[in-house]
């Protein structure tokens, strides 16, 4: 029988993990184990300053290879020692990274074997950036980590908490199950093409994107609501190709059981009017929305305060209008492009067409939610995209991870004509 790390997309995969000089370097050993549990070959170099925290053999031993510590040593493992892991690597994952470790890679300076395996590397490289919060917010590492950014480089964002310095704030180390995760989603989703050489995209670099998600709740009573089928996947899909293309992005979700994307801000809502709510606060400085969601037209005129009870005969609900989100977002656009979708199930194309004059929008995205593969809870869609220049573009069959880029290709396409 197959296991559940036999399953892993990781199996087989060469990586090579950088370990800096900070504290969190003993969460590293983890990430080791659980890479190598995915059937994963794990490579691991360490800087000078990470042999201060944690030993050689520790690493060693848990990644079954041999462990790189000093660029000038006798290395009889690897076939060209420099570069040798450079080229072998599918996916180079430093964790924890510096302040030092980043600063010297935004310069592209190649003064010990990980900065040099980095440089050399044609692989996705990510970093996860560890250190004192002051340390962390300063400017100057915030410019490295801009810097990387634009190079292709993805950064994972730290998390906040409780520092090692004693003091609280953003720059701790995310849990090794975290890290594993970013790479296996980073697999999952394709972005890393058929050549791990072509770096990702990194044209919304300093635009804000605005994203929806997932279906509305409208609740009847504190146990029932009327909802729909969507599952976030869409959205979520297009939230995680924006966040890699370098947007700032935030994701309005509704009630979806799906895990946050890398480096995306997430508000959860429940009804069509806190969706409204939260997209109205963060729409004054965004410069693309995208509203995949699915939102409840109506809701229940009354919300009872306890459990409905059966009596006998019918039940007659009243329901009243919802706020048409988009159509008001079209109503205020200033410099925004606007993005609707249309789940139809018969005259996709002329009902989409209504609703991109209506709304006001940019482009719609028409999917016909009849089908079993395209639309509603399917990892793949097939849809038709409409422009309010009047063009029609097909597209055919493929997973929403790839939809997503076509979209964003759509919405960059416009926010460098200076529709934003
Ligand atoms: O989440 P998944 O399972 O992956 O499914 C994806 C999807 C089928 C939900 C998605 O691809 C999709 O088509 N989303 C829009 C579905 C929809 O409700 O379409 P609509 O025709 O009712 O609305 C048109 C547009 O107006 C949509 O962008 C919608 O977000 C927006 N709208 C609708 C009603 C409302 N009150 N406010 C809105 O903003």
Known sequence: METAEAASNLSGKHIVLGVTGGIAAYKAVEVVSRLKKLGAHVHVIMTRGAQNF??????REMSDEPVITDMWAKVTHYHVEHIALAKLADVVLVAPATANFLAKAACGMADDMLTTTVLATKAPIFVAPAMNTAMYENAMTQENLE???AHGFHVIEPASGQLACGTSGSGRLPEPVELVSVLEQFFDSGAQGADASVRQKRDLVGRKVLVTAGGTHEP????????NRSTGKMGFAVAEAAAQRGADVVLVAGPVGLATPVGV???DVLTAQEMHDA???EYADTDAVIKAAAVADYRPKERAGQKIKKKDGSLF????????????LGEKKQQQVLVGFAAETERVLEYAAGKLKKKNLDFIV??????KDAGFSADTNCVTILGR????TEHPLMSKRALADIILDRVAGALSQGRA
Do not use: C, M, Q, W
């Not at 609900?317 to 008001?328: F, M, W």
């Not at 028409?366 to 089908?371: G, K, L």
């Not at 220049?389 to 029609?392: A, I, K, Q, V, Y």
């Open 220 to 227: 009847l009573d504190p146990v029932r609501y009327l909802g």
């Open 366 to 371: 028409a999917n016909d939610v009849s089908r």
């Open 389 to 392: 220049d009047g063009t029609h």
């Open 54 to 59: 944690v030993t050689e053999l520790t690493f």
């Open 279 to 281: 997209v109205l606060r």
């Open 265 to 267: 801000r997430r508000v």
């Open 317 to 328: 609900l009243e329901l009243v209008r919802n706020p048409d989100i988009l159509k008001e």
């Open 147 to 149: 810097r990387l950014r």
